[in-house]
């Protein structure tokens, strides 16, 4: 592994699984069953995903199971790379008692920021055995630049 190499994704799986704890703790309170709680549109399905770099290109590897390539939408607008789609896997009916749910349902969306100066020509997906594959050709490669202070001047206008 090149540690030369800035990750433009620090801080990301840290954000999110914090931010998951603090739903969760918002929504049920503190407690060991905190399933047996309720249940809101938060509990959204959030497809597993992998981010790294293959030599200069950027690849993204998300869990999409029972998905099909028609159902899931990938979009690249403004420096943002977004996957998303709907997943409806439970059964219906009066008849129909869960005693377990694991398998969330429903919308899912992700939405990745890529460095500066992507061009959307050179992103591709393909996917295969429920597994999608997004490459960024060259996203690595690119150099990222460093936030630049502006400065506050007085009088409002």
């Not at 943002?80 to 789609?85: A, E, Q």
């Not at 997906?125 to 400065?151: F, H, N």
Request: hydrophobic share 35%; net charge negative; charged share 30%.
């Amino acid at each position: 592994m090149d540690r030369k190499r800035a990750n433009p994704f620090k801080g990301l799986v840290d954000t999110m699984s914090e931010m998951e704890r603090m739903r969760r703790l918002g929504t049920t309170g503190y407690h060991a069953d905190y399933e047996e709680g309720e249940r809101t549109e938060a509990h959204a399905w959030v497809p597993a995903a992998d981010i790294f770099a293959k030599g200069e290109d950027l690849v993204v590897w998300m869990e999409l199971p029972g998905q099909t390539r028609e159902s899931i939408d990938i979009t690249f607008s403004g420096g943002v790379l977004t996957i998303s789609g709907e997943r409806a896997n439970a059964p219906e009916g009066e008849d129909v008692t869960f005693w377990t749910r694991e398998r969330y349902d429903g919308p899912f969306r992700r939405s990745i920021t890529l460095p500066e100066g992507i061009d959307e020509s050179r992103i591709s997906a393909s996917s295969e055995d429920g597994l999608l594959a997004i490459t960024v050709l060259g996203a690595c490669a690119v150099s990222t630049s460093q936030p630049r202070r502006i400065s506050i001047g007085g009088g409002l206008r």
